[in-house]
């Protein structure tokens, strides 16, 4: 699934130094799958279970008039120490009028523990200190640039 990013004021560069303290490991998950037009409900119900932080989100897209919507988030969860980033998305199938595509592409890793946090420190501090001002200002871009990790889920177009 392609991504297009616009590399506006040197973004790429600076998003290759913030992704150097993600880590490599966590639980990843990918799924592409089709449905008929009626049961578009069904699966907003299914996702708004499993990712309830984006419930309101894709309650509206129980309401909007179309059929084709598409989400990326990136959550900092506290309770579970753990950063979360979800891609959704539903479009209409090619070729036919009453099947619908859909993807959901999730990615989780642990926050980083003390010690991680004191090496960062030490060895990755402007790293991490860009990573925290474009998740403020980008976190969408963010979200995409670790769920491409390891080249399986969302492809980055940097245009």
């Given at each position: 699934m392609d991504y297009s990013i616009?590399?506006?004021?040197?973004?790429?560069?600076?998003?290759?130094?913030?992704?150097?303290i993600i880590p490599k490991y966590g639980d990843f998950t990918k799924n592409y799958f089709s449905i008929e037009k009626e049961k578009l409900s069904d699966i907003?119900?299914?996702?708004?279970?499993?990712?309830?932080d984006l419930y309101y989100e894709l309650e509206q897209w129980k309401e909007g008039s179309g059929f084709t919507y598409e989400t990326i988030s990136l959550l900092r969860k506290n309770k579970t120490k753990k950063v979360e980033c979800v891609f959704l998305k539903v479009y209409e199938s090619e070729g036919t009028t009453d099947i619908l595509n859909c993807v959901d592409i999730y990615r989780n890793y642990p926050k980083p523990g003390k010690i991680l946090?004191?090496?960062?420190?030490?060895?990755?501090?402007?790293?991490?200190?860009?990573f925290n001002q474009l998740v403020k200002s980008n976190s969408k871009i963010i979200a995409a640039l670790i769920l491409s990790g390891n080249n399986n889920g969302l492809k980055i177009l940097w245009k």
């Open positions: 616009e590399n506006v004021n040197n973004l790429k560069k600076r998003c290759e130094k913030a992704m150097k907003i119900k299914q996702w708004q279970n499993d990712y309830p946090k004191v090496r960062n420190i030490l060895f990755k501090r402007k790293s991490e200190k860009i």
